[in-house]
C-alpha cells in the first residue's frame, strides 16, 4: 500500500486545513492582544485631553530622566534577577540528574509546585518574613546577630528576592530539559581530554545547554520587566518598576496617553530582548566550509 | 621500552553497582605498545573495567597503576589515558578541528605546536580535508576516525577504545580495522580494545583477554586463545567450539557415552578414574561421512543452511553421545559430500581436533 497516495487522498490541502486550524488562535489575538495594544498605540499619541489630535508630547515627556531612571531600574532588576535565578538553577538541575529518576521527578515537582501558589499569597508570606518584626529580624535578634531590626522590606533587594521566588521555575524547567536532553558522555569525552570541571562546564555543558540558559532567561527577563505586584508589595518609593508607575499615571494621574507611551516604551524594551535572544538562539553557528 | 615494563597494572580490580558485582577481582598486565582486545559477551563487565582505567569509576577494591603509580585518587583528566568513546561523544558544536585540538587546549599545548599535530593527526587518518567541517556534516565512519585522531593527538601512553567499530556497516568494518591496526603500529601506543567480535579480536589483537561475569576467563596470544580454550566457555565463546561432556576412559581414551568412546591423544593419565572432562571441538574440523554404521559419531542432519563457500549443518546425536546446546555445529566447504537435512550421517573427528578442557562442567559455558 502507497502511504503517501493514501495521505493525499484523505487529508485537506495545506494551505485551507492550516487556515482552519489557527482560526481561534488568530481571533483571540486579533480581538484581545493586537487589538487592545493599536489602541494603547493610539493613545500614546493622543493630546493630553484625548481630543483627537496627533502628538510626540507624550514619548517627549517619557523620556524624562525621572521615567528613564525607573526604566533602567526596570530592566536592571530584571537582569539581576535573570542571573541570580540562572546561578541558583544550574547547580540545582546538576544536582538534580544525580538523583534516581523517581527522586528526580518528585524534586522536580517539589520546586515547580509552589510556583503555583497565587502571587499575592507569595508576597504577603516574603512580607511576614521580611519585616521590622518579621521572622527573620526576631530570628536574628535571637541570636544575637543584630540589636536593632534590619531593613529588609521595602527596598530593592526585597524586590529582588521577591521576583526570583516568583520566576525561578521557568528557569529550572528549560535548564533541566536541556541538561537532561544533553549526551553526558560528551562531558566524559571532555574530562578524559584533560579539561576539569570547571572547563568541561564552560567548554561543554555550557554550550551544550546554551538553548536552555538562554529560554530560560527570556522566560524569567521578558516577564520581570514588567512585573507589578512584587515591586508594589515588597518594594518601596525607591524600588518602583516601570508597571507601578504606569499604573499611577492610569489611575491617580488619570494620564492615560502617558500611561499609553511608558507601556510602548516597556513593549519595545520585551521586544528588543526577544529579538536579541532570536539572534543568539541558532543551535549552532554555521561552520565555515 | 624494556621487555617485560608494565605499562598497566591491574591488581584485584573489583566494581559493584549494589548487588551486582561487574568487575571481580581482576589482575592483568599490558605492556608499552600492546595491542590488546578486551572480548565478551554484553553485560560482562567490560566496559566497567574500561571506565575504570580511564577514571570514570572508582574501584571499590584493587588498585588500577599506569607507569607504576597507584591512580586510585587521579581523576580523569590528569591520567595519560585516552578514550575513543562507542558514540563518539564529539562535541556538535566544535569543528573537527576543534574536537581534535581540544586536549592539546586543555593542556596549554602552544598554538602553533597544537594546529600542527592536530594537522597531523587528521593527515594521519586521512581527514584533512574535512577539518572545519562540523560532526554532524560528515559520515558515521569519518566521525569514528575524528574519535581517534582526537584521542591519538594527546600521545597518551595508552588508548582505550569502547567497541568502536560497532556502530559501523560490516564492509566499512574491515577497512577501520585495518586502519587501527596500522595507526597502532605507527604510533605505537598500547591499545585497549573492546568488543563482543570475536573475529575482531583475533585478527587485531597482539593478546585476547576473554572476559565474563566480571572476570578474565583466559588471556592469551589469539592463537592460544582460539587453540587451547581454558574453559567451556571460551572454547564456546571464541570460534564456536561444540562441547561434549564425557570421562577419561584410561590413557588416551574419552568415553562420551555408554558405548562410545573416542581416542584423544596427549590426554594424559587421569587425574582420578573416570574424571568427567569437556572435550571441545571446533565446526570446520568436523567431517561428515554418509551411512548407518562404520567409524564417528552417529547423528543426523538437523538442517543444512548454505553459507557460500561453505555450508553449516546442525547435527543432532542419534545415540552414544551427547552435545552442548543439543546440536552439534559443523562446516563443510560447499560442493565436498552435498547431505540433506533428514540424512543420518557419521561425524568424522580427527584425534587431533579434540581439545580438552579440565574440570567437567565447574565452568558451564554460558
Known amino acids: 500500500m502507497n502511504s503517501s497516495d493514501e495521505r493525499r487522498v484523505k487529508a485537506p490541502p495545506a494551505a485551507l486545513s492550516g487556515g482552519v486550524y489557527v482560526t481561534p488562535a488568530v481571533l483571540y489575538l486579533v480581538l484581545l492582544f493586537a487589538l487592545p495594544l493599536a489602541i494603547v498605540a493610539g493613545y500614546s499619541f493622543a493630546d493630553g485631553d484625548l481630543g483627537g489630535g496627533l502628538t510626540l508630547e507624550n514619548y517627549a515627556r517619557a523620556f524624562d530622566p525621572l521615567y528613564v531612571g525607573v526604566l533602567l531600574r526596570s530592566a536592571w532588576l530584571a537582569l539581576a534577577t535573570t542571573l541570580l535565578a540562572l546561578l541558583i538553577s544550574y547547580p540545582c538541575v546538576l544536582a538534580l540528574r544525580t538523583l534516581s529518576p523517581t527522586r528526580r521527578i518528585l524534586t522536580l515537582a517539589l520546586l515547580v509546585v509552589p510556583s503555583w501558589l497565587n502571587l499575592l499569597v507569595k508576597n504577603y508570606a516574603w512580607i511576614i518574613l521580611l519585616r521590622r518584626e518579621g521572622v527573620l529580624n526576631s530570628l536574628l535578634q535571637g541570636m544575637g546577630l543584630t540589636d536593632t531590626p534590619l531593613p529588609l522590606l521595602f527596598n530593592e533587594g526585597a524586590v529582588l528576592v521577591g521576583l526570583v521566588h516568583t520566576y525561578l521555575p521557568f528557569m529550572i524547567l528549560p535548564l533541566y530539559a536541556a541538561v537532561d536532553r544533553m549526551d553526558w558522555s560528551l562531558v566524559e569525552a571532555a574530562r578524559d581530554l584533560g579539561a576539569g570541571r570547571w572547563r568541561t562546564f564552560r567548554h561543554v555543558l555550557l554550550p551544550q545547554t546554551r538553548v536552555g540558559v538562554l529560554v530560560g532567561s527570556a522566560l524569567v527577563f521578558i516577564p520581570t520587566l514588567g512585573a507589578f505586584v512584587t515591586p508594589d508589595l515588597l518594594g518601596g518609593p525607591t524600588s518602583l518598576m516601570i508597571a507601578n508607575v504606569i499604573e499611577s499615571q492610569v489611575l491617580q494621574a488619570r494620564d492615560w496617553p502617558m500611561a499609553a507611551a511608558l507601556s510602548m516604551l516597556l513593549v519595545a524594551l520585551v521586544l528588543l530582548a526577544t529579538g536579541l535572544l532570536h539572534r543568539v538562539t541558532r543551535p549552532y553557528p554555521a561552520a565555515a566550509e | ?366
Open chain 2, 1 to 366: 621500552m624494556a621487555a617485560g615494563e608494565t605499562l598497566l597494572e591491574l591488581n584485584g580490580v573489583t566494581k559493584r553497582y549494589g548487588a551486582v558485582v561487574a568487575v571481580d577481582g581482576i589482575s592483568a598486565s599490558l605492556h608499552p605498545g600492546e595491542y590488546l582486545c578486551l572480548l565478551g559477551p554484553s553485560g560482562c563487565g567490560k566496559t566497567t573495567l574500561l571506565r575504570l582505567i580511564a577514571g570514570f569509576e572508582v574501584p571499590d577494591g584493587g588498585v588500577v597503576r599506569l607507569h607504576g603509580r597507584d591512580m586510585t585518587s587521579v581523576p580523569p583528566e590528569r591520567r595519560d589515558v585516552n578514550v575513543v568513546f562507542q558514540n563518539y561523544a564529539l562535541f556538535p558544536h566544535l569543528t573537527v578541528a576543534e574536537n581534535v585540538g581540544f586536549g592539546l587546549r586543555m593542556k596549554g599545548v602552544p598554538r602553533a605546536e597544537a594546529r600542527e599535530r592536530v594537522t597531523d593527526a587528521l593527515r594521519q587518518v586521512r581527514l584533512e580535508r574535512e577539518a572545519n567541517r562540523l560532526p554532524r556534516q560528515i559520515s558515521g565512519g569519518q566521525q569514528q576516525r575524528v574519535a581517534l585522531a582526537r584521542a591519538l593527538v594527546n600521545r597518551p601512553a595508552l588508548l582505550l577504545l569502547d567497541e568502536p567499530l560497532s556502530a559501523l556497516d560490516p564492509e566499512l568494518r574491515q577497512q577501520v580495522q585495518d586502519e587501527l591496526r596500522r595507526v597502532q603500529r605507527e604510533t605505537g601506543i598500547a591499545f585497549l580494545h573492546i568488543t563482543h567480535d570475536q573475529d575482531e579480536a583475533l585478527s587485531l589483537a597482539d593478546r585476547v583477554a576473554v572476559m565474563r561475569s566480571g572476570r578474565f576467563e583466559q588471556i592469551g596470544t589469539p592463537r592460544e586463545v582460539y587453540a587451547a580454550p581454558a574453559s567451556r566457555f571460551v572454547a564456546s565463546f571464541v570460534g564456536g567450539a561444540n562441547l561434549l561432556e564425557g570421562r577419561v576412559a584410561g590413557e588416551g581414551w574419552v568415553e562420551l557415552g555408554s558405548e562410545t568412546s573416542v581416542h584423544v591423544p596427549g590426554l594424559g593419565a587421569p587425574a582420578d578414574p573416570a574424571e568427567p572432562i569437556t572435550l571441545a571441538v571446533r565446526p570446520e574440523a568436523v567431517r561428515l561421512a554418509n551411512g548407518d554404521s562404520g567409524e564417528g559419531l552417529p547423528g543426523r542432519i538437523i538442517r543444512a543452511a548454505f553459507r557460500g563457500s561453505e555450508v553449516e549443518y546442525s547435527i543432532e546425536a542419534t545415540s552414544g553421545w551427547n552435545v552442548s546446546g543439543g546440536l552439534l555445529r559443523a562446516l563443510v566447504p560447499a560442493g565436498v559430500g552435498a547431505a540433506a537435512e533428514g540424512d543420518t550421517v557419521r561425524l568424522e573427528i580427527a584425534p587431533t581436533d579434540w581439545v580438552v578442557i579440565r574440570g567437567g562442567t565447574t565452568n558451564g559455558a554460558g
